[in-house]
T-cell receptor
Framework: TQLLEQSPQFLSIQEGENLTVYCNSS?????LQWYRQEPGEGPVLLVT?????EVKKLKRLTFQFGDARKDSSLHITAAQPGDTGLYLC????????FGQGTELSVKP | GAGVSQTPSNKVTEKGKYVELRCDPI?????LYWYRQSLGQGPEFLIY????????DSGLPNDRFFAVRPEGSVSTLKIQRTERGDSAVYLC????????????FGPGTRLTVT
């Protein structure tokens, strides 16, 4: 069974701080996706990483795929209250396998 | 254009009752997915349609759960003899095709079984 473990599960920080969310698995995935979900809405795709070691940047967000394609990280620089939400990683292995999510709260 | 829509947005039912949840995908999307999201968890895959046929139904938890997509567009998830453990948000997503094509999620139906 393919599983994705995210850490931390909850993160509460002040505006302007940096943070990193981790997504780990013992399985290899053909690609890994990061989503953001707000209350009452479905997840929205932020990025897909495909190649081992790949780094992608989306404004203040930096996504990295591990060399072995088993893990990934999301780093947010200078977090803002608008970054608040549930961040989900999902591995593609024939179907999407989601981690349990990281609930981020950024206080002004 | 219109995104994925799901109806109803909320459904409260009694234990043992039958429920139907509807998903309207983005027009032209051939792939459709159902997920279940329990409180504090990520979405859990249930079933994937490519056109009218279920390409992968390995996530359906038991035979009380069934889904159809008779014309390759709208899909209905049907749950028989509901149990309190079925309470969750049921999400639908659609994409242009399977594989790495981006999945667009609807807002979900919150099902509460009392």
């Amino acid at each position: 069974t393919q599983l994705l473990e995210q850490s931390p599960q909850f993160l509460s920080i002040q505006e302007g701080e940096n943070l990193t969310v981790y997504c780990n698995s013992s399985s290899v995935f053909s690609s890994l996706q990061w989503y953001r979900q707000e209350p009452g809405e479905g997840p929205v795709l932020l990025v897909t990483v495909v190649t081992g070691g790949e780094v992608k940047k989306l404004k203040r967000l930096t996504f990295q795929f591990g060399d072995a394609r088993k893990d990934s990280s999301l780093h947010i620089t200078a977090a803002q209250p608008g970054d608040t939400g549930l961040y989900l990683c999902a591995g593609e292995g024939g179907k999407l396998i989601f981690g349990q999510g990281t609930e981020l709260s950024v206080k002004p | 254009g219109a995104g994925v829509s799901q109806t109803p947005s909320n459904k409260v039912t009694e234990k043992g009752k039958y429920v139907e949840l509807r998903c309207d995908p983005i027009s032209g999307h051939t792939a459709l997915y159902w997920y279940r999201q329990s409180l504090g968890q990520g979405p859990e895959f249930l079933i994937y349609f490519q056109g009218t046929g279920a390409a992968d139904d390995s996530g359906l938890p038991n035979d009380r759960f069934f889904a159809v997509r008779p014309e390759g567009s709208v899909s209905t998830l049907k749950i028989q003899r509901t149990e309190r453990g079925d309470s969750a948000v049921y999400l639908c997503a659609s994409s242009l095709g399977g594989g790495l094509n981006e999945q667009y999620f609807g807002p979900g139906t919150r099902l509460t079984v009392t």
